[in-house]
Each structure stands twice: as C-alpha cells, then as structure tokens.
Nanobody
Framework: QVQHVESGGGLVQAGGSLRLSCARSGGATYFMGWFRQTPGNERELVAN????????HYTDAVKGRFTISRDKGKNYVYLQMNSLKPAETAVYYC????????WGQGTQGPVSS
C-alpha cells in the first residue's frame, strides 16, 4: 500500500524559508506533487516533478520562490520554499500527480507575519 510521510514544517517569519521532505513507500510514480491546503480552502497543487527530475511545473503564485526536487532512487521529494508569505500558512502534502494515492498527514507550515 502506498504511503506518504511529510516532514519539515514549522513556524517561520514572513520572508523566511522552509524545506519540506516527503517519503513515499509502496511504489514509485511518474509525477509527484506538493499540495497545500489553507484554512477554509480546498487542497491545491503547488508544484510537481517527473520521475527523472528534469520536468517541473509550479503554480504561478510560487514561481521563482519554491523549488521542487526529487531523489528518485529513494522515492523522496523535496520542496524548498523561500520568501514565504503569511497567506501561505497551510498544511503541505505530497502525493502522486494527479493525486490518485492515499494522503499522508501533511506537515504544517505556518508563517507568522
């Protein structure tokens, strides 16, 4: 069974940085993505990356500030987040993209103003 375990969240001031990690077990998938859910809103895709790590896509809101990367040999996916904004306080999740597999618990990424 596929499982995702996210880590790396924490409190950070506006303008700060966080690096999130995701460990996937139970099988590889071609595209992996990072998603986030802010209070009162639906989960949204932030970035995705292909298996080789040479194709990436970002939502417009994070372009130039976030970087997704992948260690395919170990089924790890990372999200480097820089210049964080208070509105990006959210729970961050990883999953296949599109998200066809079970969701993990996510990692909380609150940003203080």
């Amino acid at each position: 069974q596929v499982q995702h375990v996210e880590s790396g969240g924490g409190l950070v001031q506006a303008g700060g940085s966080l690096r999130l990690s995701c460990a996937r077990s139970g099988g590889a998938t071609y595209f992996m993505g990072w998603f986030r859910q802010t209070p009162g809103n639906e989960r949204e895709l932030v970035a995705n990356i292909n298996y080789m790590g040479d194709v990436t896509h970002y939502t417009d809101a994070v372009k130039g500030r976030f970087t997704i990367s992948r260690d395919k040999g170990k089924n790890y996916v990372y999200l480097q987040m820089n210049s964080l904004k208070p509105a990006e306080t959210a729970v961050y999740y990883c999953n296949s993209c599109p998200p066809d597999d079970p969701w993990g618990q996510g990692t909380q990424g609150p940003v203080s103003s």
